[in-house]
């Protein structure tokens, strides 16, 4: 099975910074697009940024000009480097994958459990 393993999260100050890591493994033939997802408590799930395997990024307005997608796909690895953090930040962040498995000719998105951010004084 594939399987998605988020790190990085944790506690920061106002205008600090943090960087995200999820690394995919498993019976994996191609990935499509790599993102960042995040959920605050009470709000819907949003996307936050997302990465194609040709290499072309968008991202959530409110995180434009802070935070920075990149990929590394020999290692299947994304990263989520968060700057200028602000309070609205906090949530749960969320890997996602959309990827070709081994065997199969169809593709799926597939999740990570999360990791926390926390964004406070």
């Known amino acids: 099975q594939v399987q998605l393993v988020e790190s990085g999260g944790g506690l920061v100050q106002p205008g600090g910074s943090l960087r995200l890591s999820c690394a995919a493994s498993?019976?994996?033939?191609?990935?499509?697009?790599m993102a960042w997802y995040r959920q605050a408590p009470g709000k819907e799930r949003e996307l936050v940024a997302r990465?194609?395997?040709?290499?072309?990024?968008n991202n959530a307005d409110s995180v434009e000009g802070r935070f920075t997608i990149s990929r590394v796909n020999a290692n299947n690895t994304v990263y989520l480097q968060m700057t200028s953090l602000k309070p609205e930040d906090t949530a749960v962040y969320y890997c996602?994958?959309?990827?070709?498995?081994?065997?199969?000719?169809?593709?799926?998105?597939?999740w990570g459990q999360g990791t926390q951010v926390t964004v406070s004084s």
């Open positions: 990465i194609t395997s040709g290499g072309s990024t």
């Open positions: 498993g019976s994996i033939a191609s990935i499509a697009s």
């Open positions: 996602n994958a959309n990827l070709r498995r081994w065997g199969t000719a169809s593709w799926y998105d597939y």
